[in-house]
C-alpha cells in the first residue's frame, strides 16, 4: 500500500494563478481531509468528505474548492491564488471518523509570489 | 468559537531535562484529545486522551488529561536531541466526521 500520496511535493504560484493539489489514498477509507500549516502553526481544516460525492468546509474554506468523484481521490482546488495561502497542505484519510486514525500525506509546500 | 491553546510556543532544554508541554482546549462536546510529534513533514501520532485521570505512556513520553479543568499535559522525561520537534495537541471535534481542531503547536529544541 502506497498509504496516502500527494502530488506535487513543492509549487511556486504567481498571484492570481490556479492550481490542484492532488491527494490520492489506497486504503479504501471513506473519510479524507484537508488541512493547512503555516509557519509556526498548527494545522487548520480547509474541507472534509466522509465519502464519494459528499464534501463539507472546515474552518478555513475560503479560496479553496474540493470534489470527492471517487472514494480515492481528493483534489483540492485553489482558485486565483493570493499570498495567504503561502502554506504546507497535508491531505489525510481515515476508515472510521476517528481523529487517531487518520494517516496523513507527506504534504505539499506551496509558495504564491 | 472552539478552540485550542498550547503553551509555551517554544521551549530549549538540555539532553535530560524533563519538559512539560500544555494544552488548554474550550472545545463544546469534547471526543477526544489527541498529541502528534512533527518532525518537519507530517505529524506522527502519540496519543489519544478521553477519560480524566488516567495517564497514557509510551517509553519516556507520557500524557494525561483533566476533562474538569480542559487541559492536558505531555511529560518528556530524559530528553535526547531526537525529541527535538512541535508537538501538536488536536481535539476531536463533535458529531461522527473526525474533524480535528489544532493548537498552535509547541516547538521543543532539545541542545547536547
Known amino acids: 500500500n502506497a498509504g496516502v500520496t500527494q502530488t506535487p511535493k513543492f509549487r511556486i504560484l504567481k498571484i492570481g494563478q490556479s492550481m490542484t493539489l492532488q491527494c490520492t489514498q489506497d486504503m479504501n477509507h471513506n473519510y479524507m481531509y484537508w488541512y493547512r500549516q503555516d509557519p509556526g502553526m498548527g494545522l487548520k481544516l480547509i474541507y472534509y468528505s466522509v465519502g464519494a460525492g459528499i464534501t463539507d468546509k472546515g474552518e478555513v474554506p475560503n479560496g479553496y474548492n474540493v470534489s470527492r468523484s471517487t472514494t480515492e481521490d481528493f483534489p483540492l482546488r485553489l482558485e486565483l491564488a493570493a499570498p495567504s495561502q503561502t502554506s504546507v497542505y497535508f491531505c489525510?484519510?481515515?476508515?472510521?471518523?476517528?481523529?487517531?486514525?487518520?494517516?496523513f500525506g507527506p504534504g505539499t509546500r506551496l509558495l504564491v509570489l | 468559537e472552539d478552540k485550542v491553546v498550547q503553551s509555551p510556543l517554544s521551549l530549549v532544554v538540555h539532553e535530560g531535562d524533563t519538559v512539560t508541554l500544555n494544552c488548554s482546549y474550550e472545545v463544546t462536546n469534547f471526543r477526544s484529545l489527541l498529541w502528534y510529534k512533527q518532525e518537519k513533514k507530517a505529524p506522527t501520532f502519540l496519543f489519544m486522551l478521553t477519560s480524566s485521570g488516567i495517564e497514557k505512556k509510551s517509553g519516556r513520553l507520557s500524557s494525561i488529561l483533566d476533562k474538569k479543568e480542559l487541559f492536558s499535559i505531555l511529560n518528556i522525561t530524559a530528553t535526547q536531541t531526537g525529541d527535538s520537534a512541535i508537538y501538536l495537541c488536536?481535539?476531536?471535534?463533535?458529531?461522527?466526521?473526525?474533524?480535528?481542531?489544532f493548537g498552535q503547536g509547541t516547538t521543543l529544541q532539545v541542545k547536547p
Open positions: 488536536a481535539v476531536e471535534a463533535p458529531g461522527n466526521t473526525g474533524k480535528l481542531i
Open positions: 489525510a484519510s481515515s476508515y472510521v471518523a476517528r481523529g487517531e486514525t487518520q494517516y
